[in-house]
């Protein structure tokens, strides 16, 4: 079966501008997770998303926010980006506590 | 809340000899434990997993780990290395009470001499 979708796979973004990146999960799963991995701060928790309800959130500021459609793509967006927002962004999908895959990532280039 | 401490940054070992990341965790619950391995530029791909079934824990590759939870840890072993083994390895815990929140470690680096 297909694994998780993110595009693009590559994005370079001037600072303050704002950046729409998705995710498309494994068909059937209802839970999608995001995170972001840098150099300094390692892997960070973002938000989680199922059936359409964020369910969790991490400490990130209110520039990052994300979303849930129906059939279960999720999307996030970084406003007025910043250099700091340089970073690889993973997703992740789920069907259950015991079972992440995640997708090849986004890497973010803010200029 | 959960954490993990990953005991290494790097570790280096020659293609045949074995293989051993550490990990400690911190947990309230009864934890999901995971590895995970990253190769450059590429995605995480999921090594193996302890969800509070058989503490010894077989994963993909001949990778294997221990959940002990008498001492809180969940190191990962091989025992034999292999070139194509050099990548980042993330131990990584699941927070539970209907929340699936990864907390992840810093990573270990590992490098296979020839």
């Known amino acids: 079966k297909a694994g998780v979708t993110q595009t693009p796979r590559y994005l370079i973004k001037t600072r303050g501008q704002q950046v729409t990146l998705s995710c498309s999960p494994i068909?059937?799963?209802?839970?999608v997770s995001w995170y972001q991995q840098t150099p300094g701060q390692g892997l960070q928790f973002l938000f989680e998303?199922?059936?359409?309800?964020?369910?969790n959130k991490g400490n990130f500021p209110g520039r990052f926010s994300g979303r849930q459609f129906s059939n279960s793509r999720s999307e996030m967006n970084v406003s007025t980006l910043e250099l700091g927002d340089s970073a690889l962004y993973l997703c992740a999908s789920s069907n259950g506590p015991h079972g992440y895959t995640f997708g090849s990532g986004t890497r973010l280039t803010v200029v | 809340a959960q954490s993990v401490t990953q005991l290494d940054s790097h570790v280096s070992v020659s293609e045949g000899t074995p293989v051993l990341l550490r990990c400690n965790y911190s947990s309230s619950y009864s934890p999901s434990l995971f590895w995970y391995v990253q190769h450059p530029n590429k995605g995480l791909q999921l090594l193996l997993k302890y969800t509070s079934a058989a503490t010894l824990v077989k994963g993909i590759n001949g990778f294997e780990a221990e959940f002990k939870k008498s001492e809180t840890s969940f190191h990962l072993t091989k025992p034999s290395a292999h070139m194509s083994d050099a990548a980042e390895y993330f131990c990584v815990v699941s927070e539970q009470g209907g929340s699936e929140k990864l907390v992840f470690g810093k990573g270990t680096k590992l490098t296979v001499n020839p």
């Open positions: 068909s059937g799963h209802r839970s």
């Open positions: 998303y199922f059936s359409e309800t964020q369910r």
